[in-house]
């Protein structure tokens, strides 16, 4: 294959990038994204705070916007968050206790409705472990320790057609305590039937060698918990050529790796701009670490 999509599409995976609605004027940015990606996500579009700014008003009219424009390029789309202590509407603020659990349960079911039968995952709850390995300590957690399960439930219910993922970062070294932990709960959720389908690793490198090794163990310990794997949000520092090649091996080498998404497409589009950590510069140009990339899903 001579672009991401292509490449790894032989092996039956996607290649998927994320972006926000601001980018739909930007033809620098569609140009690229519509060559190279066959996955799309909304950065900030379609989380709590922007689809239901307003108790039971849903505002859908940005993710949309972005859902439109990739989906009639053939895109397939991850929506992306549904449950998250960060970015969530004003008003649950102001909520705790069974009024906040009932306002979660009630944000699930408004905006997977919308969306019913439409997408091809969605992350149900987002960054739900502390480092340590322990929960998050957050509004959501103190409703009790159930709610990640009650969310997984009502999103099974609500579209029983999409994919339904837990997503988190510093997952992704084996023996750290918080990979431990998230594992932990997959598979206590495999094991009392909870409904589950995919674990999204992040992804956001710093450095480290644990490459390709370490993370490939990773990746084939949730899947054999009967779960498909994705990298959900890549972006490495300073785009080091190995540390791509080995993160896209590491998925290239175990079946139930889905496919890699990074976390926007040029460096001018990513939260940590100023270590320019994807795939493509300022100028629209392939980066070398694109390269290795492409080569790695080629090599499969
Ligand atoms: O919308 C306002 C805009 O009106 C205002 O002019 C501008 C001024 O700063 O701020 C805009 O909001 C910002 C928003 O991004 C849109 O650019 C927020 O301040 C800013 O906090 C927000 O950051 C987002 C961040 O999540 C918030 O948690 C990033 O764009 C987004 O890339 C990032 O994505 C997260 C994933 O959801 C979860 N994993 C980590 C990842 C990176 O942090």
């Known amino acids: 294959g001579t672009t991401l999509k292509a490449a790894a599409e032989r092996s039956g995976r996607y290649f998927g990038a994320a972006m926000g609605s601001d980018r739909l004027s930007d033809s620098g940015f569609l140009n690229i994204a519509s060559r190279e990606f066959d996955m799309m996500t909304a950065v900030n579009e379609m989380k709590p705070d922007a689809t239901e700014p307003n108790p039971g008003q849903f505002d859908f009219s940005r993710g949309d916007a972005i859902y439109n424009w990739a989906t009639q390029r053939g895109m397939r789309f991850r929506g992306h968050t549904l ?54 300590s957050s509004n959501l957690q103190s409703t009790g320790n159930d709610w990640i399960e009650v969310a997984f439930r009502t999103a099974r219910a609500a ?53 390709p090794g370490n993370f490939q163990q990773t990746l084939s310990s949730f899947a054999a918990l009967g779960v498909d794997v994705a990298l959900t949000e890549a972006d490495v520092t300073n785009a080091s050529t190995s540390q791509y090649q080995g993160l896209t091996q590491a998925c290239m080498n175990v079946p139930r790796c889905v496919g890699i998404t990074t976390w926007g497409i040029r460096d001018s589009d990513s939260w940590r701009g100023n270590e320019n950590p994807l795939l493509f510069d300022r100028n629209s140009n392939p980066k070398p670490a694109y390269t290795s990339v492409l080569n790695a899903l080629n090599a499969a």
């Open 83 to 136: 449950a998250w202590h960060a970015q969530q509407p004003r008003f649950w603020g102001s909520l705790s206790g069974s009024a906040l659990r009932q306002a979660m349960i009630s944000h699930i079911n408004g905006v997977m409705a919308h969306y019913k039968g439409k997408l091809y995952a969605w992350d149900v709850v987002n960054e739900a472990y502390a480092e340590n390995g322990t929960r998050r």
């Open 159 to 211: 579209d029983p057609s999409v994919q339904l993922c837990y997503n988190d970062y510093n997952i992704e070294n084996w023996t750290y305590a918080k990979t431990q932990g998230v594992y932990n709960m997959i598979k206590d959720f495999k094991a009392r039937g909870v409904p589950i389908d995919c674990v999204g690793l992040q992804t956001h490198f710093t450095g480290g060698s644990s490459l």
